[in-house]
């Protein structure tokens, strides 16, 4: 038996099995960078490119102005331009402002969208129950390495 886990952890290994996921409570943060990739895998600018400018998911255009985004109206004036944001910004910190710009900018009024403690929650819909344990974070692990990748492609 012990030699089957150790033959599977090698194969995992020589062939870049993708690492777990991290949890949202268990994000490393350093100096609000986040340097290690929250799923193993690559992200998609496409896909980030969809999250940043979709209402439903991340709807980053509602804070931040974004040349690139010129065919979604009504971008916000409210957070940084984020035209050179994979300038201005390495992939690890920028890994961290999504996640949790808070980590960061103490004071920033961005949503954390890799959290799911330290909020005081509304109730369970319109049930008039106290909320549970059930919410999630804002954005997948996927989805903010996806974001990585789009805003990274964001050059002067």
């Known amino acids: 038996m012990k030699r089957t886990l150790m033959t599977i952890a090698l194969i995992g290994a020589a ?8 949890a949202p409570g268990e994000v490393p943060f350093e100096d609000g960078a986040v340097t290690v990739s929250l799923t193993g895998a690559p992200g998609d600018p496409a896909r980030g490119r969809e999250v ?8 980053c255009v509602a804070c931040h102005a974004n040349s690139d985004m010129s065919d979604i109206p009504f971008h916000g004036e409210i957070g940084p331009m984020l035209d050179g944001a994979g300038e201005r910004w390495s992939e690890a910190e920028l890994r961290g ?3 949790n710009a808070k980590m960061m900018f103490p004071d920033s009024m961005m949503p954390s969208f890799y959290r799911v403690d330290g909020f005081t929650r509304p109730g369970n819909a319109y049930t008039g129950e106290a909320a549970d344990d059930s919410f999630g ?10 974001v990585v990748a789009y805003l990274a492609t964001l050059k002067y």
Not at 15 to 22: H, K, L, P, R, V
Not at 53 to 58: D, F, H, W
Not at 140 to 145: G, L
Request: net charge negative; proline share 3%; no cysteine.
């Open 97 to 99: 402002i999504v996640a």
């Open 52 to 59: 940043v400018g979709n209402k439903s998911l991340g709807n």
């Open 137 to 146: 974070p804002l954005l997948t692990a996927q989805q903010i390495e996806d």
């Open 15 to 22: 062939t870049g099995a993708a690492a777990a996921e991290i």
